[in-house]
């Protein structure tokens, strides 16, 4: 309780001693020995003075402050613990007057707890969810035991047992239900039959008599008031709906009539009564109908719907200072949320919490709302929350009001610690405020849907829908030349994707375009990009989602239109797959599994989130998952947020962890055919070569891979049905790993494959034992595939088949060598490789291949590794590319000016060459002086150290 340095005003001094005597006359009446220790009397008198029902209930049940009923107030335990002894009479009045009667000494409780500061704001929400639940389950249970003894049980066709599901919504439902609430509730059950007594009822009207029974026992006024207030309004067609309805109705209601706000509601709905194993079945059924398996943005629509109603009513019941719906109150908060659920729940599982604040947590975690958003609002709730509870517990009155007089204001806000009302005043209004800023930024951000374009821009889009839409326009509205643009928006309206678009979406396409037009003008490239758009546009018609992102976002319209001008490569993804346009709204780097661990545990959570882990579904979310993870990459490249070197490296260890992901997809799938071999470990591994192996890919790379397996299991057999022989099962394995990195699914597709540096190349096997790759290695491998073996390394398989691979590649590599001759070997070898694959002209480059390009470096490096390996072994123990250059040079090698030359432009030939893949360009680059000048130092390094690359 925060200390408080104003003294009470005399009139509420005064109230607060009257009733504390009237309390003690009371319990002298009824015999109750009152506790006088200063403790008690203090928490008696605050609760006093934050509630008059605190006082009724005592003052009409004075035992309540006998030392047991004392022992019920200070008690931690909810009110579950003393639910299982309520034991409900036959008679329907006692009953009734029992449910009461509990209620208020529990909601009392409650009072006491919070006011003297014994729970905070989420426990006595908690708990008062926990109370209704209690009354809900007696009530029902005595319900169901009076029909059955008039109609019997309810069953199934089949015989079953049927019992009534008790869906709560709302507070009740996110179990943070407030004090005075009423309880939103839907009433069904599983299937249709008849009950099995003399007088049999079919089912349908059995389970509505069982709920008007239930509300009747908790909602019909008695001397002891209410139990609790229901509310039935939210089921299938509402007040003109059946009090209950089997699942199937309640499923085909949702598909064909269920509406935006019905989604929202159902975010916070969970059985809470009743048969509650059905009652997930429920919940799993409508799934679908709450979170969409797509990225939902036709979400703001359903907002913007039901705030316009709430305040309609706001205005018409004069509700501005309203704690729950006014501006700035709980419901915005519930609102901004909600949103996001219902946008992403359907891709991300962990959204898929009910009450308020867990939910806030898990948006905060997934970096959907940013931290100190989340403060604000977690804040302004907390504090709007234990108001409104405040003010209901005060007369236990369903209100969401302040009261008028100064008195109450004065109790509320002393309860609350503070001096007056005038100072709690203004911490609710500096909470509402940060609240209504956040909401109208969520719910109509500048420049989104109520925006309006120029008349121009509208009526090129009218006259493109028309056919009369010339080149000459375009022109005068910025797009140069015009032939392309106009030809394009002139076919988008005809494309049979946009003619069979429904109205609504339609209606969206029209506002959308001419917001596109004025996007695509003001980048660098409006013609390329407004082509670019077309076709996205094309691709998303069918797609509603999709087009209302563009519509409600005009951060992510501005964000697209800058990347489809500058990345044609990126474009093309986006294009190709347009989930990635909530990557081009949120890229969230900071936030990116960079490390291969974090990678591989991202990829295993995604995977988690499938409803059915079927082989199918795991590659379209694992390619969806590389899409988006190498798309937010080439984002943070392009935006200069990333450099070449850690972006290439970032791509590499994407593609290992997808490696890894596959590979167990493929062991997994393969053991359920055919069982698995004898022995610890998969006996496994891929090794990963190239520009994989050399943590050094591109955008576009495609993966250099050799299969081996431990050859002591070549002639075991699998223990499935239909075992194979070790061989065979290997080479299968190798294959589904293949094929499943190279197929094209409805995501597309991971990426192409290269294996021909295996053993004899494309001759060879798909997989080597191991003993038959080490006697290849030994024996028939010639210095270049020894040079490949250098970037090469296990990405995923068996740890001790890894460590002997690692081993091989030590061996291998450390055999004493004579310079010279190892010199003019990989000399030779670039030379060819120069003649045959040098794209270089008079007036471009060639970044790879060109003389003092990426290659003179990368094998003048691997020259240095194998000519001196031997005498040097820490050279072994890397395989990119910038870090052999910084271990040549503490082994003297080079010298820090010739390390300086090579660190220098590698990192700069690879930025040229990444932007190259981003603009959709061979990785050719015009023949500037500054280009030219790196490459003639990297050419004189190369001499330096005695290289001969050029003819």
């Known amino acids: 309780m925060t200390a408080m340095n104003a003294p009470e005003s005399t009139a509420l001094q005064a109230l607060i001693d009257d009733r504390y005597a009237q309390l003690v006359a009371a319990c002298r009446g009824a015999g109750v020995a009152v506790q006088d220790d200063a403790g008690v009397a203090e928490r008696i008198r605050r609760t006093l003075l934050a509630s008059d029902f605190a006082f009724e209930v005592w003052r009409s049940q004075p035992q309540l402050l006998a030392p047991a009923g004392l022992e019920r107030l200070r008690s931690s335990s909810d009110a579950a613990s003393r639910g299982e002894a309520l034991r409900l009479p036959v008679d329907e009045a006692e009953t009734l007057s029992l449910l009461r009667r509990f209620r208020r000494a529990e909601s009392l409780r409650l009072v006491f707890r919070d006011v003297n500061d014994l729970d905070d704001v989420p426990t006595t929400l908690a708990d008062t969810s926990v109370l209704y639940e209690v009354l809900l389950d007696r009530a029902l249970a005595w319900s169901e035991?009076?029909?059955?003894?008039?109609?019997g049980q309810p069953r199934a066709a089949d015989g079953s047992l049927q019992r009534l599901v008790v869906v709560g919504f709302g507070k009740l439902g996110g179990g943070e239900l407030n004090f005075s609430s009423d309880i939103d509730l839907v009433m069904a059950y599983p299937q249709g039959g008849q009950s099995d007594g003399a007088r049999g009822l079919d089912n349908s009207e059995y389970f509505v008599r069982l709920v008007r029974q239930l509300v009747r026992l908790l909602n019909e006024p008695t001397v002891d008031g209410i139990c609790a207030r229901v509310d039935l309004r939210l089921r299938p067609f509402g007040t003109a709906g059946r009090l209950a309805l089997p699942f199937a109705a309640m499923e085909q209601y949702y598909q064909s009539e269920g509406r935006d706000w019905e989604r929202y509601a159902w975010i916070k709905a969970r059985p809470v009564a009743g048969d509650r194993v059905a009652g997930k079945q429920l919940q799993e059924l409508l799934r679908p109908f709450v979170y969409r398996k797509y990225l939902d943005y036709t979400a703001f629509a359903g907002l913007r719907e039901m705030k316009a109603l709430i305040d309609a009513e706001v205005a018409r019941k004069d509700l501005a200072d309203n704690l729950k719906l006014g501006p700035g109150g709980i419901r915005e908060i519930e609102f901004i949320v909600?949103?996001?659920?219902?946008i992403?729940?359907?891709?991300?599982?962990?959204?898929?919490?009910?009450?308020?604040?867990?939910?806030?947590t898990a948006c905060e975690a997934r970096g959907h709302i940013p931290a100190v958003r989340a403060r604000a609002l977690r804040e302004a709730y907390l504090c709007l929350r234990r108001v409104e509870n405040r003010v209901q517990m005060l007369r236990d009155a369903q209100t969401h009001d302040i009261p008028e007089d100064a008195l109450s204001r004065e109790r509320i806000a002393r309860g609350l610690?503070?001096?007056?009302?005038?100072?709690?005043?203004?911490e609710l209004a500096r909470h509402r405020a940060v609240v209504s800023e956040e909401f109208a930024a969520v719910l109509m951000p500048q420049g989104g849907r109520a925006a309006s374009a120029p008349v121009a821009d509208t009526r090129l889009w009218h006259d493109a829908c028309a056919g009369t839409l010339e080149p000459a326009a375009m022109e005068g509205s910025g797009f140069v030349p015009g032939d392309a643009a106009a030809e394009a928006l002139v076919k988008l309206p005809q494309g049979s994707n946009v003619r069979a678009m429904s109205p609504g979406s339609r209606e969206r396409l029209d506002r959308v375009m001419p917001q596109l037009l004025i996007a695509a003008r003001q980048t660098a490239a409006p013609v390329a990009c407004l082509l670019r758009l077309v076709q996205l546009v094309q691709a998303v018609a069918r797609r509603s989602s999709y087009l209302a992102l563009l519509e409600e976002q005009?951060?992510?319209?501005?964000?697209?239109?800058?990347?489809?001008?500058?990345?044609?490569?990126?474009?093309?993804?986006v294009i190709a797959q347009p989930l990635l346009l909530d990557d081009v709204l949120d890229p969230r780097i900071d936030q990116l599994p960079l490390k291969r661990a974090d990678i591989s545990a991202e990829i295993a959570r995604v995977l988690s989130t499938l409803d059915e882990r079927e082989a199918e579904a795991e590659l379209d979310r694992i390619n969806e998952f590389k899409a988006s993870v190498a798309f937010r990459l080439g984002l943070a490249f392009s935006d200069g947020r990333a450099d070449a070197v850690s972006t290439a490296r970032r791509l590499a260890a994407l593609a290992e962890s997808v490696v890894v992901a596959i590979t167990a997809l493929a062991e997994r799938e393969l053991a359920a055919q055919h069982g698995r071999l004898p022995g610890e470990g998969s006996g496994f591994a891929v090794l990963g070569y190239g520009s994989l192996g050399g943590e050094e890919l591109g955008f576009a790379s495609d993966l250099d891979l050799v299969f081996v397996y431990d050859g002591r299991r070549a002639q075991a057999m699998?223990?499935?049905p239909r075992p194979l022989e070790g061989s065979r099962w290997y080479q299968r394995l190798a294959q589904r790993v293949m094929n499943w990195l190279t197929m094209m699914t409805r995501a597309g597709r991971l990426y192409e494959v290269d294996t021909r540096l295996r053993p004899d190349g494309s001759k060879g096997l798909l997989v080597s034992s191991f003993d038959a790759f080490a006697a290849y290695q030994r024996g028939r491998a010639w210095t270049w595939e020894h040079q490949a073996l250098l970037r090469a390394r296990p990405v995923v398989g068996d740890v001790a088949l890894h460590a002997d691979l690692a081993a091989l590649r030590r061996e291998i590599l450390a055999i004493a060598r004579d310079v010279d001759v190892v010199y003019d070997e990989v000399s030779s070898m670039r030379r060819r490789w120069r003649a045959e694959r040098d794209r270089s002209d008079p007036s471009r480059?060639?970044?790879k291949q060109g003389p003092g390009g990426l290659l003179d470096i990368e094998f003048a490096l691997q020259g240095l590794v194998l000519a001196h390996a031997v005498r040097h072994p820490s050279l072994l123990e890397m395989t990119s590319n910038a870090a052999l250059i910084?271990?040549?040079r503490d082994a003297a090698l080079l010298d820090a000016g010739q390390a300086e030359v090579f660190l220098h432009a590698h990192a700069e030939l690879l930025q040229r060459a990444l932007t190259c893949t981003l603009d959709l360009r061979s990785r050719i680059g015009e023949r500037e002086p500054e280009l030219m000048q790196l490459v003639a130092t990297v050419q004189a390094v190369t001499r330096a150290l005695g290289f001969a690359f050029e003819s």
């Open 417 to 426: 610690g503070h001096d007056d009302w005038p100072a709690l005043a203004a």
């Open 718 to 720: 699998s223990d499935g």
């Open 845 to 847: 480059f060639d970044l």
């Open 344 to 360: 992403r729940g359907g891709r991300e599982p962990t959204l898929r919490v009910r009450g308020l604040l867990p939910a806030l």
């Open 338 to 342: 909600q949103l996001t659920q219902l």
């Open 554 to 573: 005009p951060a992510a319209r501005r964000r697209l239109a800058r990347l489809f001008a500058d990345r044609a490569f990126l474009a093309e993804r």
């Open 886 to 888: 910084e271990a040549c």
């Open 145 to 151: 035991q009076m029909l059955a003894g008039r109609y």
